[in-house]
T-cell receptor, first 111, second 112 residues
Framework: KQEVTQIPAALSVPEGENLVLNCSFT??????LQWFRQDPGKGLTSLLL?????REQTSGRLNASLDKSSGRSTLYIAASQPGDSATYLC??????????FGKGTTLSVSS | EAQVTQNPRYLITVTGKKLTVTCSQN?????MSWYRQDPGLGLRQIYY???????DKGDVPEGYKVSRKEKRNFPLILESPSPNQTSLYFC???????????FGSGTQLSVL
């Protein structure tokens, strides 16, 4: 059964720092992997979607990579800002099974 | 505005009293799904629907029912709620099974 792990569970950085969030999955037979952002008391917002045939996707200061062979995805945030503070979740989409989420990394960016 | 709308936002009920949480999307999406989010357990999929009249179980379907009679609506039904169903519930939709997911704002359910 697919398992998705996110390390670290929490991360604190000063404003302006570049950072990497990690997501690992146990079964490489995925359709895609998505990264989401969740603010306290709010729903999830999709940030980036990487299809299984792609290696990376970029949106503004965000870059997500996917390495199916090693079962890893990373979310790179450049020049972090206090407004980036949130919980970031990744989810693996696999044929015939439920969408499996990691438990998230809670990011705090201090000014 | 493209959105997924859940109602109610907050709900307090008692054990055994049937309830329905509604979900509606205005993006003509084929795929819709329900999740629950619990501290320490993260988000888990309850049910999903690939299209009208097509539904399937997710990871934690016990105690829940769904129906998809129209493309835009995907209600979640708790026939006999129990305290272990106290949770934060999210509805989501996407154009297809492997598309970008759009989430509703969530329903905080408390079963006493």
């Amino acid at each position: 059964k697919q398992e998705v792990t996110q390390i670290p569970a929490a991360l604190s950085v000063p404003e302006g720092e570049n950072l990497v969030l990690n997501c690992s999955f146990t079964d490489s037979a995925i359709y895609n992997l998505q990264w989401f952002r969740q603010d306290p008391g709010k729903g999830l917002t999709s940030l980036l979607l990487i299809q299984s045939s792609q290696r990376e996707q970029t949106s503004g200061r965000l870059n997500a990579s996917l390495d199916k062979s090693s079962g890893r995805s990373t979310l790179y945030i450049a020049a972090s800002q206090p407004g980036d503070s949130a919980t970031y979740l990744c989810a693996a989409n696999q044929a015939g099974t439920a969408l499996i989420f990691g438990k998230g990394t809670t990011l705090s960016v201090s000014s | 505005e493209a959105q997924v709308t859940q109602n109610p936002r907050y709900l307090i009920t008692v054990t055994g009293k049937k309830l329905t949480v509604t979900c509606s999307q205005n993006m003509n999406h084929e795929y819709m799904s329900w999740y629950r989010q619990d501290p320490g357990l993260g988000l888990r999929q309850i049910y999903y629907s690939m299209n009208v009249e097509v539904t399937d179980k997710g990871d934690v379907p016990e105690g829940y029912k769904v129906s998809r009679k129209e493309k835009r609506n995907f209600p979640l039904i708790l026939e006999s709620p129990s305290p272990n169903q106290t949770s934060l519930y999210f509805c989501a939709s996407s154009l297809g099974y492997n598309g970008k997911l759009f989430f509703g704002s969530g329903t905080q359910l408390s079963v006493l």
